[in-house]
């Protein structure tokens, strides 16, 4: 389970036509800076207009889950993003000049050999994963499907499937490991009942539905007569079927690939939920109404959750920045260098961490009997991480000085003490020109707010 974020190393396109359209297109992953999250873009359309991958933007469920924003819609998402999801890749943009991505071979296979192709980036930020703390449950009694998440410090998905086949029967699949998606969930094509499949077609679906993409289910004799009428259906010279099994007599990829391909879709819809998860997921005849249904139940506890601008922080994982990190960027010593970790940088956002110890020089004399941090110390503290992220805009960060130019709006909510663990944020107000640095600050104590202020720095070459 990766702790970084992740995108790809380079551009990298696949093309085929699209299952329920028919139309081919072209689809392009594209590198993204952390925190950007899956988009798909229609450069096909006039504007370009991008489409976030967010479960609120689900419109239709008809065999599939199709997304649509800023007037434009995209089918079909949740292959694309199983792969995605299944290599724990966190920000692509996904440009796609059809209506729809390639059905390739009715699995994810064929995006994940893409992928891995290229090669995948590690980020210098965390993953924002959402911790399941408290069992998760939705339920469609008339359909019979049950999905739950349940408390689990990794990403493990199980499903059963059972439609009253003799073909079929009961079938489980589970994941346990991310690194068991690429051999063993990621090969494992669509499907569909012989009995669906000329509904589908009236209804005006699956026109790039072939034999050579999805798995057709026969669980009843068919007369040689309507074998005739489904080769004409599907452009076929011939189609045969033995008994009760597979339509052209396909042969599976594993006994066990339609409960395999059921999970696949269920990662595939849940990455719209926004944000990887940690926890254990338990879906009882899964579909995609039911993924989005519980996804968006998923969506809404972590909205209740979540304190606005409040930076997790788990001091298990590994930090982008450790001390000594720290000390080879700022020029700051004992007792001034204030900073323990950061453990979130990106292009205008940097998070640092400071653990308050009673050790600290200054507590001799504020107050004796009473220890509180200095709020001075609190702002330099701050203005410490804002200067991490100010020279992580120039190369060869170590050949610059930070200056102090100035602080607005500072607020002070509550003290500060020893045994207190504060995470800075600090957000650039607007990119930085000739060399100067505005940025927002605020400081955190076990999710509350203690402090916030506005800076400017000023960024100077060493040997100007």
Request: with cysteine; charged share 25%; proline share 5%.
């Amino acid at each position: 389970m990766n702790y970084k974020q992740h995108t790809i190393k380079s551009p990298v396109t696949v093309s085929g036509v699209g299952l329920h359209t028919g139309v081919v297109s072209n689809m392009t992953f594209k590198p993204a800076a952390a925190n950007h999250g899956y988009k798909f873009q229609r450069i096909d359309l006039e504007g370009q207009p991008i489409v976030n991958v967010d479960v609120d933007n689900v419109v239709d469920l008809s065999r599939g889950t199709t997304i649509e924003q800023n007037g434009a819609r995209v089918n079909t998402v949740e292959h694309t993003l199983a792969a995605l999801v299944g290599l724990q890749i966190d920000n692509v943009l996904i440009e796609l000049d059809g209506p729809e991505p390639p059905i390739m071979d009715g699995s994810s296979i064929e995006f994940v050999k893409a992928l891995l192709s290229v090669g995948l980036q590690e980020q210098n930020a965390l993953r924002n994963y959402f911790e399941i703390t408290e069992g998760v449950s939705y339920k469609d009694e008339k359909r019979g499907v049950e999905i739950a998440a349940l408390p689990l410090d990794d990403y493990r998905l199980t499903v059963m499937v059972d439609y009253n086949s003799p073909v079929l029967g009961s079938q489980h699949a589970s994941i346990t490991d991310m690194s068991q998606f690429e051999e063993q969930i990621a090969p494992c094509r669509t499907f569909c009942f012989l009995h669906e499949l000329e509904a589908l077609y009236k209804q005006n679906l699956i026109k790039g539905g072939d034999l050579d993409n999805a798995i057709v289910i026969v669980d009843r004799v068919v007369e040689d007569g309507e074998l005739s009428y489904l080769a004409d259906l599907l452009g076929k010279k011939k189609v045969t079927v033995e008994e009760e099994g597979i339509l052209n007599n396909t042969e599976l990829r594993f006994k066990n690939e339609m409960a395999r391909h059921k999970l696949l879709d269920l990662m595939g819809d849940l990455a719209l939920i926004g944000r990887p998860i940690k926890g254990q997921i338990l879906a009882a005849r899964p579909g995609h109404a039911a993924n989005i249904a519980f996804a968006k139940r998923v969506k809404k506890l972590i909205q209740e959750a979540s304190i606005k601008n409040v930076p997790t922080y788990d001091p298990k994982k590994p930090p982008v920045m450790d001390i000594n990190q720290i000390a080879a960027t700022l020029p700051h010593r004992y007792p001034f260098l204030l900073i323990d970790k950061i453990i979130h940088l990106d292009e205008t956002t940097v998070t640092g961490v400071k653990n308050v110890t009673m050790n600290e020089p200054f507590f001799q004399g504020h107050f004796p009997g009473n220890p509180v941090l200095p709020g001075v110390i609190q702002i330099e503290a701050m203005a410490q991480t804002g200067g991490i992220l100010v020279l992580n805009t120039v190369e060869n960060p170590e050949d610059y000085w930070t200056y102090f130019l100035g602080i607005d709006r500072c607020r002070f909510k509550r003290k500060v003490i020893p045994g207190d663990t504060i995470i800075f944020k600090c957000e650039l107000l607007a990119p930085v020109k000739r060399g100067i640095a505005k940025m927002s600050g605020q400081a955190f104590v076990g999710g509350q707010l203690v402090m916030e202020a506005e800076m400017s720095a000023s960024i100077v070459k060493k040997d100007a």
